[in-house]
């Protein structure tokens, strides 16, 4: 009957402990394809406001890279429209009194 004091025989009877396997790497797939990010445009009701948030689903099948002219492109739209709400009203035929 083998010691549970004598330590020769209890490593004997024991197993020894495995290291843990090192998981295998994923073969390289490369970067992710583009993917729409689901988000909802409301419509605002005008036409020109409208076709530039539309504009912004083109960004959904463009890598990161293509991005940056998308967001441009709407971002000078939004701002042309906001510098046109800025414009002097032309005047009517009611401003003209003799």
């Given amino acids: 009957m083998p010691d549970a004091g004598n330590p020769a025989e209890n490593s004997a009877a024991t197993p020894a402990a495995t290291p843990a396997p090192t998981p295998t790497p994923a073969p390289d797939q490369g ?14 009701g005008d036409a020109g406001i409208d076709g530039l948030l539309q504009r912004l689903a083109d960004a959904d099948h463009l890598p990161a890279e293509g991005h ?16 046109a709400l800025d414009a002097r009203p032309p005047s009517s035929s009611y401003d003209h009194r003799s």
Avoid at 31 to 44: D, E, N
Avoid at 68 to 83: F, P, Q, S
């Fill in 31 to 44: 970067p992710a394809a583009p993917a729409p990010l689901g988000v909802a445009r409301t419509p605002t």
């Fill in 68 to 83: 940056l002219e998308v967001y441009e492109d709407v971002h000078r739209g939004l701002r042309d429209a906001l510098t």
